[in-house]
DNA sequence: GCCGTTTTCGGCCCGACTGTTTTCAGTCG
């Protein structure tokens, strides 16, 4: 059982305490719960039969929530959570996902006009018959079927390269404008979540007015949502959200700190400053003086976002980590991670060229990476299974090794690696015979096919994969597409342990479709000792630009420089890629 | 339900906006 799979009930559960109004307290208890386990980066219910005083240890699981992990572990579910939803219709709980619709007003339409699906609930909407409901009115019912309308429109999340993209035109627009005097994305745009679910933008100037008109005038706003002295909401025409607030120059710090999250990561961050005799609000981090409650408090920190950290103790956590998975801890005892970054990537491993699906030609592959500033690339294109793409044979593959020499003797900036992206075939075996493999410098192997295994099957195939002699890198291990696809049922602890011990290095394909793997299972290769290669796998010049999306993932998954051999310098990466090391 | 440098009982993060209200509840982030 996956931690996505216990998370989801105890989330599950606390959906429905909400909607019967039960104790808050409980229901946060149960919430957090979940977000525990679902960010944990080792398997919850193996752990609770091997080692429960593991989990024991871990602040906010308490002994209820070992013993309904031990039962749902044992049993394959929890009775209580069963009881629960026998309570409520399911249907309810799907009600949940529409904007400005919480517990309370669900249950109200509910229990007054016995709405449990939101066919029904729009049917009453379009019939006028929530408007005369306590605390309803013309307004809300119309806002209703406006959410309606989004959730079956939207119903999901944006891609982050899309959400780096429209912020940066956003920010451009507002600097043409106005005049600003700060401007920052924050929110998981800014943690550099694989997905975004919104934007936000804080601005400092010294007319709000303005830029508050400025924004919602915007040409791609297709609605406002909501407009006030220091806060829009827009929807762009692309159906994201997008919340525009006006600080004052000495607040911008601590807005941007609060405004970047995340929710856990602030909520954990508020209870030390409380514990510290502080308070922290998007306004400034304030010392409260004789337990005073809000409104008094010196205000000690706000303008620049390092100075809260600082004087919390802690050393500046840097964005991509803030989700409260043991970034304050670290922070406190001074062992943070020293995170890599792009400028470190010294080549990229993982590219195509028009010898299969790639557009470029080898040459201008490696002209692009020269002015990427790269010592070195590996061309790896596709082997003959993918016959789809042109897939190369052995016979084909020996020529176009050929030719890789030729141009990388050409281009004398940078070093052309002759690679492959081998076919993982049905039962674990490659695409290409040993002799032919034995001669390249990188070998890639990848799944592109039969994705309905079951995960037993998976595992072993890929492991099985991984066990070549003359494989160096798992491409994409889990083969999931992002907003499109699931990933292949999959052990990958398993996986992770197979490629250590075979020496093989595990990918985060930084195509910002994919980013796979992703920021927990970086996580848990490092913390399994197995190394980690950036790729792009670029299938012309300018995807060699997705790199950063891949180290925004590995910077997400707490990992350094030494974490990633395509930071080494050539040589010591020649001796991993043969395999006379691995590891630091 | 969880937790403990104030506590094993009693508290648990904070503020803005909206729409319905005439002082506030619900929702969101």
Not at 209 to 219: K, R, S, T
Not at 262 to 275: D, F, T
Request: hydrophobic share 35%; charged share 30%; glycine share 6%.
């Amino acid at each position: 059982m996956e931690n996505k799979d216990l998370a989801e009930i105890f989330s599950e559960i606390s959906d429905i305490l909400e909607i019967q109004e039960s104790n808050p307290f409980r229901i946060r208890s149960f919430r957090r719960v979940a977000q525990i386990i679902e960010n944990l980066g080792f398997n919850v219910a193996r752990t609770v039969q091997e080692d429960p005083e593991k989990l024991r240890t871990i602040s906010g699981i308490g002994e209820g929530a070992i013993k309904r992990i031990q039962e749902i572990v044992e049993t394959g579910r929890s009775q209580e959570h069963e009881d629960l939803k026998n309570q409520i219709p399911p249907s309810l709980l799907t009600l949940l996902e529409l904007q400005n619709l919480g517990p309370k007003k669900i249950k109200l339409f509910w229990e007054t006009l016995n709405i449990t699906t939101i066919d029904e609930l729009e049917k009453a909407a379009r019939e006028e018959k929530l408007r005369s409901l306590p605390g309803m009115g013309q307004k809300s019912e119309a806002k209703i079927l406006k959410a309606i309308e989004d959730y079956r429109r939207i119903q999901g999340r944006f891609r982050l390269d899309d959400g780096i993209e429209i912020t940066q035109a956003l920010i451009e627009y507002l600097n043409s404008k106005v005049k600003v005097r700060r401007i920052a994305a924050a929110g998981s745009v800014r943690r550099r979540r694989e997905t975004v679910g919104d934007i936000d933008i804080l601005v400092t100037c010294h007319s709000p007015g303005e830029v508050i008109d400025a924004f919602v005038q915007h040409p791609d706003v297709r609605e406002v949502l909501a407009k006030g002295d220091t806060k829009a909401s827009v929807v762009l025409r692309r159906g994201l959200q997008t919340d525009l607030r006006v600080l004052e120059d000495e607040s911008f710090g601590a807005a941007l700190q609060y405004f970047t999250g995340s929710k856990a990561h602030n909520v954990a961050l508020r209870e030390r400053a409380k514990r510290m005799g502080y308070k922290i609000s998007e306004y400034g981090l304030f010392r409260i003086v004789n337990g005073e409650k809000i409104g008094n408090g010196k205000k000690v920190a706000g303008e620049d976002e390092e100075d809260i950290y600082h004087l919390l103790n802690l050393s500046f956590i840097p964005p991509e980590i803030r989700e409260n998975r043991g970034e304050i801890e670290k922070a406190e005892a001074g062992q943070l991670p020293d995170l890599i970054k792009l400028e470190q990537i010294r080549g990229d491993l993982h590219m195509h060229t028009k010898a299969t699906d790639g557009r470029n030609s080898i040459e201008e592959m490696g002209d692009a990476a020269v002015k990427a500033k790269y010592e070195y690339i590996a061309i790896t294109d596709h082997s003959k299974a993918l016959a789809m793409t042109g897939g190369l044979d052995e016979e084909r593959l020996l020529l176009h090794m050929e030719k890789i020499d030729q141009v990388s003797s050409r281009i004398p900036e940078i070093k052309l690696l002759k690679g492959i992206e081998v076919d993982i075939l049905n039962e674990g075996e490659l695409d290409l015979s040993d002799e032919v493999l034995s001669c390249l410098d990188v070998v890639i192997a990848s799944i592109h096919s039969r994705f309905n295994l079951s995960r037993q099957e998976m595992t072993l195939r890929i492991c099985r994969a991984l066990e070549n002699p003359y494989v160096n890198i798992l491409a994409h291990p889990t083969g999931r597409l992002l907003t499109r696809r699931e990933p292949y049922p999959l052990d990958l602890e398993q996986v992770i342990k197979t490629a250590r011990e075979n020496r093989v290095c595990l990918e985060i394909n930084a195509y910002p479709e994919r980013l796979d793997l992703n920021d927990l299972h970086c996580r848990m290769a490092r913390d399994m000792g197995a190394l980690i290669s950036i790729n792009s796998d670029s299938h012309s010049t300018e995807m060699l630009r997705y790199m950063q999306y891949g180290v925004f993932t590995a910077r997400r998954g707490w990992l350094a420089a030494k974490d990633v051999i395509n930071t080494y310098p050539l040589e010591k990466l020649r001796r991993v890629l043969r395999k006379e090391e691995y590891g630091v």
